[in-house]
């Protein structure tokens, strides 16, 4: 017996179900199961999705057996609606539409009115009494084929039909006459000969080959590939092709198409909410070609407006009692299209509604309170990155779509940080620094930006790069600020010389105003309407439950008490990561810091020292006054030295000014500590070997900070990391010197804290030796940026330019400084972790890389008994819904 490759629905009877997704894609699975439940649907006929992936693996050929099946479910369809496909006196017209396992939506191909040709028109026209609607029937039918299947330009056809309409002065399509489409086919038909050399195909039964064959191609189209890259949709679930019985919107005043949501998809109200266009097919809501009327009465704007609910009382009757059995039964919000044909109701299709962030949350929370789903499965339904919209300032949606509608949208980059600001541009981070506090809103625009800027990182409301990553510097840094990023806008041009940048014959000079949106990475001239974070009750509501379930905690990196207070307020239990080197790059420390690195001997770097050790101490007691009560782990100086160097002529003028030395001398020290490969050299704990004296001031900064705040009565939990160790001797010898400073502090200020030396796991063999260092470490924090950089051999910053190509051809399943690499770094944090365990019972362990903040990646975090995580301080949130979704699965056996 052949393996089945259509499924049949119709008359009240289908053959497939809802959860049957993987296989008929979501389209044909709840049309079959709305003809279960009996609701009104055209009969058809689902190909799955595996004859999809069969096709593919043999060169686009049609498995064996599956025309077959094709046809027999055709039959099916004629017997259930009394018509035949081809037939010249009553003919069966069909819609051939794509459907993947997950909702993608406008990203494959449909194509409507399938069965047409010179014959079968004329006995539409016949059995229907309607020649106008037949002929306008086959123009669209043609100018949808002929651009699906054949690839001739959609606007070919439109020009033509812009043309006919200004020729017998029309407006509308709709007042076209069943003359005027006839002639309108015939141009159409000439277009499809003079652009494909071929006429257009008459016979129906080679059109519907056509037609499948271009639904199964669209599912490697470009914007379909793009649409999987983004949402994280394997490449090979395929798309199931649906064969369905036309029903007609565009038979008249008695006839309409529409759209309609369950429930508000933007504010989540519980209200039915859509649109629908009175003699009309599907396609004319989506493509905005006519200004459809709203669904309900309450919808309307204007008095001029006719909803659905005045003109059609009882098909609306018929639709609410729809709504009400489709949220029922699905328990969740529905977005659904349906087709009066005659007066009468049909449905083609329901899927789970697109919403916004706030929707989705009072939409899960609504569920809970109205019994139709549980508080875990509320809690389930939240994307945790959509909630980064409930955090940042949002742009006003109308506002955006008259910027685009005005040209003023100019370019479009990676979307590193949320959030939309406007400001006016500034290409130095001095400059931002003068205007900021001049009270002025300013956008920094650079080609990349260095530890350099970040003093006007801080300043500007805003960074916009043209090169780098969405793990670059400009990305990590403003992500940890709260600061609206775009990174590798790559076609912007930066002129520094000219204070300008390019885009094509666009010039934006240095004060100009522009908009970035750091959710969408566009970039728009001028002012752009914003609207405010919204967080409202239901969103403080389902984050307590998140709360209740999670055992994953969440701590946040922090390296300022204005980090560690939003942190705290959003909710994060303890600082995962404090870099005291961030604290070394304000404006007044730089050239401490630098006379330091430039001495020559001990004594002058002991000197420079104690310059620095009052200024970190004041940092130190401003965080743990912050964070009174939560744990604060503090990382030691980790960075190679370089980057605090100056790097340009100017800055080296400056700096042998600073420390009134010679520019030579200044650039002869820097040439002595230059390294082939820095991010490999000296750094981390081995400054701390060849310069225990920069360990010793950052220890004493630390424990004496924590002395004083106890002494005012804070609660102070200091750990001390120590960054990039690699063998336990050296963990070993560093534990030592900090033992013996803290030893000294507390003689010396009579008063002792409590505090834990533990190590920062960012070397493969830390991973790999995790039993030796555990005897030293008293805690383990994986800094999976760099454990991904030295387990791949790649670096995050440059790998940017290649590895979406990775990733496209399936070598890897996503970018690795986005997401966990399970199989290769993930092994060493599981390794490390379990031998950390042997050592200490119950070891703390936590997640102090960007991947902290990874919804994908903390599934894998709860999974190897991770205890916590450590991200940004806007992705507290995240991480901690992300943490419960996690702990649930896992209860579920799903992890």
């Not at 010898?733 to 900090?738: A, D, Q, T």
Request: hydrophobic share 40%.
């Amino acid at each position: 017996m052949s393996k089945k490759m259509v499924y049949y629905f119709g008359g009240g009877k289908a053959e497939g179900k809802a959860d049957m997704k993987l296989l008929l894609g979501g389209k044909g699975a709840n049309l079959a199961e709305m003809t279960n439940l009996g609701l009104p649907v055209p009969p058809g006929i689902t190909i799955t999705t595996e004859v999809c992936k069969e096709y593919f693996e043999k060169g686009c050929q049609f498995p064996e057996g599956m025309w077959k099946q094709v046809l027999e479910g055709l039959a099916k369809i004629e017997e259930e609606i009394g018509k035949k496909f081809g037939s010249k006196e009553n003919p069966l017209l069909v819609s051939v539409r794509s459907g993947a396992p997950v909702s993608m939506p406008g990203m494959m191909d449909t194509i409507l009115n399938l069965g047409l040709n010179d014959e079968t028109v004329k006995g539409l026209a016949n059995s229907t009494g309607n020649e106008r609607f037949a002929w306008d029937s086959y123009r669209r039918f043609i100018q949808m084929f002929g651009n699906v299947v054949m690839g001739i330009p959609h606007d070919k056809f439109e020009a033509l039909l812009e043309k006919k309409k200004e020729e017998v002065g029309a407006e509308a399509d709709v007042d076209l006459t069943a003359e005027d489409l006839k002639d309108l086919v015939k141009q159409y038909k000439e277009l499809v000969k003079k652009e494909t050399g071929k006429n257009f195909p008459q016979d129906p039964y080679e059109q519907l080959r056509m037609a499948i064959k271009a639904v199964f191609d669209s599912w490697n189209n470009p914007r379909a590939i793009k649409y999987r890259e983004i949402n994280n949709i394997p490449k090979d679930y395929g798309t199931a092709v649906n064969i369905v019985a036309m029903v007609f919107g565009n038979m008249g005043e008695t006839s309409g198409t529409g759209v309609a949501f369950t429930r508000n998809p933007s504010t989540g109200e519980n209200v039915f909410y859509g649109e629908y266009l009175k003699n009309a097919q599907g396609e004319d809501v989506v493509a905005g070609i006519r200004t459809p009327q709203p669904l309900t009465k309450v919808q309307k704007t204007s008095s001029d407006q006719t909803s659905l609910e005045e003109e059609f009382p009882e098909v609306y009757k018929q639709l609410e009692k729809i709504r009400e059995v489709l949220e029922k039964h699905y328990r969740d919000m529905q977005d659904i299209e349906f087709t009066i044909e005659n007066g009468r109701l049909w449905m083609l299709q329901t899927r789970t509604g697109k919403r916004t962030a706030r929707a989705a949350v009072k939409i899960a929370v609504d569920m809970v309170k109205e019994g139709l789903i549980s508080k875990e499965e509320a809690i389930l339904r939240v994307d945790p990155l959509m909630i980064n919209q409930l955090l940042h300032p949002m742009i006003d949606e109308e506002d955006r779509k008259k910027a685009i509608a005005e040209g003023r949208l100019i370019t479009k980059g990676l979307p590193a940080a949320p959030g939309a600001v406007s400001g006016m541009v500034v290409f130095s981070a001095d400059e931002a620094v003068e205007l900021a506090e001049k009270g002025k809103k300013v956008i920094l625009v650079r080609h990349e930006t260095s530890p350099e800027d970040i003093h006007g990182m801080h300043a500007a409301q805003g960074i916009l790069t043209s090169r780098g990553g969405m793990t670059s510097h400009a990305a990590v840094v403003a992500r940890g600020m709260g600061k609206t990023c775009i990174v590798g806008a790559e076609s912007i041009h930066v002129d520094y010389e000219n204070e300008e940048f390019r885009v094509g014959d666009v010039v934006v000079k240095k004060g100009d105003v522009i908009t970035i949106d750091g959710a969408t990475g566009e970039v728009f001239l001028g002012e752009i309407k914003t609207i405010p974070a919204q967080i409202s009750g239901e969103f403080k509501e389902l984050m307590k439950w998140a709360d209740e379930i999670r055992d994953l905690q969440v701590r946040v990196n922090a390296d300022t008490p204005e980090d560690a207070k939003q942190g705290r307020e959003f909710g994060a239990e303890g600082i995962g990561l404090c870099r005291t080197e961030h604290m070394f790059f304000k404006e007044e420390r730089i050239p401490v810091v630098r006379e330091m690195i430039l001495a020559k001997t001990e004594e002058e770097r002991k000197r420079a020292l104690s310059k620095l050790l009052p200024m970190q101490r004041e940092d130190f007691i401003a965080i743990f006054k912050v964070m009174n009560g939560l744990p604060v782990n503090i990382r030691l100086l980790d960075p190679p030295l370089h980057e605090f160097l100056p790097r340009t002529e100017e800055e080296f003028e400056r700096t042998a000014k600073e420390m009134g030395l010679p520019v030579e001398e200044i650039k002869r020290r820097a040439e002595e500590l230059h390294e082939v490969n820095p991010m490999l050299g000296l750094r981390g704990s081995r400054l701390g070997i060849a310069y225990p004296e920069i360990y010793e001031m950052q220890a004493r900064a630390i424990l004496e900070a924590a002395c004083y705040c106890k002494k005012e009565g804070i609660e102070v939990l200091p750990e001390i990391m120590l960054p990039l160790i690699a063998d336990d001797k050296e963990l070993e010898e560093l534990k030592k010197l900090i033992d013996k400073v803290a030893e000294e502090v507390f003689n010396e200020i009579g008063i002792k804290v409590q505090y834990q030396v533990g190590t920062m796991v960012e070397v493969p063999r830390a991973a790999l030796i995790a039993d030796q260092l555990a005897k030293y470490a008293e805690y383990f924090s994986f800094g999976t940026n760099d454990l991904t950089q030295m387990t791949f051999g790649l670096s995050r910053d440059d790998s940017g330019k290649f590895i979406g190509k990775y990733v496209e051809l399936g070598i890897l399943k996503g970018d690795p400084f986005m997401h966990i690499d399970e199989n290769g770094v993930g092994q060493l944090i599981k390794l490390a972790v379990e031998k950390g365990n042997k050592v200490r019972p119950n070891m703390k362990t936590g997640i102090c890389g960007e991947h902290g903040g990874d919804p994908r990646s903390i599934n894998f975090f709860q999974k190897v008994g991770v205890k916590y995580v450590s991200p940004s301080p806007f992705r507290v949130p995240i991480a901690r819904l992300a943490a419960a979704q996690a702990k649930i699965r896992q209860m579920r056996g799903e992890l």
